[in-house]
C-alpha cells in the first residue's frame, strides 16, 4: 500500500491549493478515504472524508464551504481543493485510506503554509 501527496506549498491568505494524493497497492475504488492534517504541536485532526464511490463527503466544522475532496477513481487519486486559505489551515496534510478490516493507512503527508 503506497499513498503519496503533493501539491502543498505556501500561499497567501485567502490564496487556494489542491493537493493530491496517488494511491497504489490496493484496490483504491473499493475504499473510503480522508484527509487529516497536524499543525505545529497540535493533535493530527480530520479535514474531510468521501466514501469509495465518491457520492458522499464529509468535512469538519473548520473547513465546510471552503474545501473540497474529491477522487478519481480511474487515476486511483485522491484530491483536495482548498480556496480562501487561512493562516490557522498551515499544516502538514495527510491523505489516510479508511480501513475496511485492520489498520488503516497513511500517507507522509505534504505541508502546506498559508502566510503574507
Known amino acids: 500500500v503506497q499513498l503519496v501527496e503533493s501539491g502543498g506549498g505556501l500561499v497567501q491568505p485567502g490564496g487556494s491549493l489542491k493537493l493530491s494524493c496517488a494511491a497504489s497497492?490496493?484496490?483504491?475504488?473499493?475504499?473510503?478515504m480522508s484527509w487529516y492534517r497536524q499543525a505545529p504541536g497540535n493533535e493530527r485532526e480530520w479535514v474531510a472524508r468521501?466514501?469509495?464511490?465518491?457520492?458522499?463527503?464529509y468535512y469538519a466544522a473548520s473547513v465546510k464551504g471552503r474545501f473540497t475532496i474529491s477522487r478519481d477513481n480511474a487515476k486511483n487519486t485522491l484530491y483536495l481543493q482548498m480556496n480562501t486559505l487561512k493562516p490557522e489551515d498551515t499544516a502538514v496534510y495527510y491523505c489516510?485510506?479508511?480501513?475496511?478490516?485492520?489498520?488503516?493507512?497513511w500517507g507522509q503527508g505534504t505541508q502546506v503554509t498559508v502566510s503574507s
Open positions: 489516510y485510506r479508511v480501513p475496511i478490516t485492520g489498520p488503516g493507512a
Open positions: 497497492g490496493f484496490t483504491f475504488s473499493s475504499y473510503g
Open positions: 468521501i466514501t469509495s464511490g465518491g457520492g458522499v463527503t
